[in-house]
């Protein structure tokens, strides 16, 4: 390699290719292309695609990522000089660099923030570090499809069948009750790995890697399948993923960070709960990795698995649109692995048996199938949607919880009326209204009564009904356990806590639905039917003796979905429901948030490029710490709505807005968000 002279105006570009197309991290959206930069003659054998740079930007020294070298630029100026090689390490692939394009695309950001959450920052001691030799190990033998657990799904051979033939499967596979995922997943890895490809598995959270990281092992050995989570520390983690990115690991198992990891050749990619919240990145432009990995699916040409025990509206609308097919048991299946799920309100019988069913929080058929499950000798575990203990206030003749009469919010004692001489009047917790006049909607009575419930009320409650059964609790201010012993233990979770058992639940008890149900959320009825079944499924099949006892209305579409255990048929209705009233995946929405100025520019900017769009608000919100102050402190939200076809020219109408804005260096922030999570 040619020696740097110390003047750089001795400096030669390289003899071949001495422009370079460089991605800075700047992330202004006005800056968001890349810019050309001439190679220097000593750094031509070090500045490869894809290895880290320094240039000199706007007066000052900053990263970037090489991302080809061409012959000529199309600059007609004086190009800038390269001014260091980080590392000679090619740490952004093509493929991973084109994806984060297509992500910023998508999601109306720019690439510098993708890049981000692609790439983790450089450890230069793990780099040193020297490289075992060998590359992969050589594909394991493949059980066949008929002697897996797939076979329990009619379509489930055919898609292994294709793992193993290399072709691009695109499938939403709904699991049955007690269904052991993991050993699923691996074994759909394992027909990949042995048609020559990689696998890419991303889970919500560390415990669902650990479950599956260790069934992967098992299937394919400890050297082929690699772990990849924030929490491993910045060495650790940057040490394997340079395994992966170097071909030295073909299956990759990760949370959201791992849905770029640098696989290839990439056969393989799966989703498992896509509906979790923790698959929706919190930092900007904020994508979902069900879409991440849908983009790259698409691009790369893998085979794509979205998995679950329930199913969104987003996977349901890949299989209506044609993109993807269902992988499903029949019903016969179905009815034979799950428990015997009955809510409160299932019949007039139980109340009957019961008077007091209705009023309680734990009615004598909980109290029933907890016994039984105990006397068995099984674990019963008691889902509580709140941690700790929240105070609320119900019926005092009926129990049905107090809700506020103009927006059904959950009322509270939070403020007092002179006129009544100091006594507290009921306030509603949504939208601050006194509500003296309070009448239950079910039975009439003007009485209330203040309750408690969460995690810990419930779990001394069980210690006093259940004397002498030990009982143990999975979140909500305690520690998350991710396994318990097979006995006879009271476990009380809450929702995404729930530790798993060896042989299963002999019951469970989903309590508090109305909590779960009273959030103001476009996704409430997903998200809890979501976390039912994820308990639902821990529990031992109704022959085994399994039984469930729901805490809600058995009215409710969302109850009736979870007694049927039809996550199908609940999709589907949410779906249409949701193209009914013009909310996502039926159409695709931005949120726009921040002080009323920058919203109404950002606002003004889109309609300039896509006057079709229709715009819903602004109204008013509470401050958002994330996106800091608006003007005075006054903070407004607009939705811009498109039909699907359009989503596209709207995400690059709101990049084109905020490029203006940081164009000019406008001072008050603005957050976007392409087809927000949360909609309440």
Same mark, same amino acid.
């Given at each position: 390699?040619?020696?740097? @002279? ?48 320094? +240039? ?8 970037? !990522? ?11 100026? *004086?190009?800038? #000089?390269?001014?260091? %090689?980080?590392?000679?390490? &090619? ?7 084109? =994806? ?21 920052? *450089? ?26 657990? #797939? ?20 499938? /939403? #596979?709904?699991?049955? &009750? ?21 696998? $890419? ?26 772990? =990849? ?27 959201? @960070? ?9 056969? $393989?990619?799966?989703? #498992? ?51 993807? *097919? ?7 299946? /179905? ?15 139980? !109340? ?14 909980? !109290? ?18 709140? @941690?700790?203990?929240?105070?609320? $206030? ?16 959950? =009322? ?79 476990? +009380? ?24 149900? @009273? ?16 308990? /639902?499924?821990?529990? %031992? ?36 429901? *949701? ?23 950002? %606002? ?14 602004? /109204?008013?919100?509470? &401050? ?49 968000? =392409? ?6």
């Amino acid at each position: 390699m040619a020696r740097a @002279s110390r003047n750089r105006g001795e400096w030669r570009p390289a003899p071949e290719l001495p422009v370079a197309r460089v991605a800075v991290d700047v992330a202004l959206a006005h800056l968001d292309r890349p810019f050309d930069y001439r190679v220097p003659e000593h750094l031509d054998a070090a500045a490869v695609a894809g290895v880290r740079l320094r +240039v000199r930007f706007a007066g000052r020294l900053v990263d970037g !990522f090489l991302l080809e070298r061409v012959a000529e630029s199309g600059h007609g100026g *004086r190009l800038a #000089w390269i001014e260091k %090689v980080v590392s000679p390490e &090619p740490v952004l692939t093509p493929e991973v660099a084109a =994806l984060c394009r297509a992500v910023a695309d998508r999601c109306a950001g720019v690439l510098a923030d993708v890049l981000r959450l692609a790439v983790p920052p *450089r450890h230069a001691r793990v780099e040193a570090e020297a490289v075992p030799d060998g590359g992969p190990e050589p594909p394991a033998s493949v059980a066949p499809a008929a002697e897996t657990g #797939w076979r329990r799904y009619p379509r489930g051979a055919a898609l292994l069948d294709a793992l193993s033939g290399g072709r691009a499967a695109h499938a /939403v #596979w709904q699991a049955l &009750p007690g269904e052991d995922w993991p050993r699923r997943l691996a074994e759909a890895a394992a027909a990949t790995v042995g048609a020559g490809r990689g696998a $890419l598995l991303v889970v919500p959270d560390q415990r669902d890697v650990d479950a599956l990281h260790a069934a992967c092992v098992d299937v394919l050995g400890t050297d082929a399948v690699v772990a =990849l989570t924030a929490d491993l520390g910045p060495a650790e983690r940057y040490r394997r993923w340079l395994a992966v990115r170097r071909g030295r690991v073909r299956v990759v198992v990760g949370t959201r @960070s791992a849905a770029f990891a640098p696989v290839a050749p990439l056969g $393989l990619i799966v989703v #498992w709960d896509d509906g979790d919240d923790l698959h929706a990145e919190p930092r900007a432009p904020y994508p979902q990795v069900r879409d991440v990995l849908v983009l790259r699916a698409h691009a790369v040409g893998a085979a794509l698995l979205v998995g679950g025990f329930a199913r969104t509206a987003e996977a349901h609308l890949l299989v209506e649109s044609g993109w993807a *097919r269902e992988v499903v048991a029949d019903r016969d299946t /179905v009815r034979a692995a799950m428990p015997r799920i009955l809510a409160i309100d299932d019949s007039g019988a139980q !109340f009957v048996r019961d008077p007091d069913a209705r009023a309680a929080r734990l009615p004598h058929v909980a !109290f029933d199938a907890a016994r039984t499950a105990l006397d068995a000798g099984r674990p019963v575990l008691v889902q509580v949607p709140r @941690s700790g203990y929240v105070p609320y $206030l119900s019926c005092g003749s009926c129990r049905e919880p107090a809700r506020c009469r103009h927006c059904a919010g959950p =009322l509270g004692f939070v403020g007092r009326a002179p006129e009544d001489g100091g006594a507290q009047l009921p306030q509603c917790r949504w939208c601050g209204r006194p509500d003296g006049a309070f009448r239950c909607a079910a039975c009439g009575s003007r009485r209330l009564r203040a309750g408690v419930v969460g995690a810990g009320r419930t779990a001394e409650e069980l210690g006093r009904a259940f004397p002498g059964t030990t009982v143990r609790a999975s979140g909500g201010g305690s520690p998350v356990l991710a396994t318990v012993a097979p006995r006879p233990d009271l476990v +009380v979770a809450t929702p995404g806590a729930e530790p798993r058992v060896p042989g299963g639940y002999g019951a469970a008890l989903l309590l508090d639905g109305w909590a779960l149900l @009273s959030r103001p959320d476009l996704r409430v009825a997903e998200e809890t039917l979501r976390r039912w079944l994820g308990a /639902v499924a821990l529990v %031992v099949p109704h022959g085994d003796g399994g039984r469930v006892v729901v805490g809600a209305d058995a009215a409710l579409p969302v109850v009736q979905a979870l007694v049927r255990w039809d996550p199908v048929g609940h999709a589907a209705s949410e779906l249409a429901g *949701r193209a009914e009233v013009g909310f996502p995946p039926a159409v695709r929405m931005a949120a726009v948030d921040g002080g009323p100025t920058a919203v109404a520019e950002v %606002v003004d900017g889109v309609l300039a490029d896509l006057p079709e769009v229709e715009v819903l608000g602004p /109204v008013e919100i509470e &401050p958002d710490a994330a996106s800091g102050p608006g003007e005075g402190d006054v903070r407004e939200r607009a939705l811009l709505r498109v039909p699907r076809p359009a989503g596209r020219a709207l995400a690059a109408a709101l990049h084109t807005a905020q490029a203006a804005r940081t164009a000019r260096k406008a001072t008050d922030p603005v957050r976007v968000r =392409l087809d927000p999570v949360e909609l309440g």
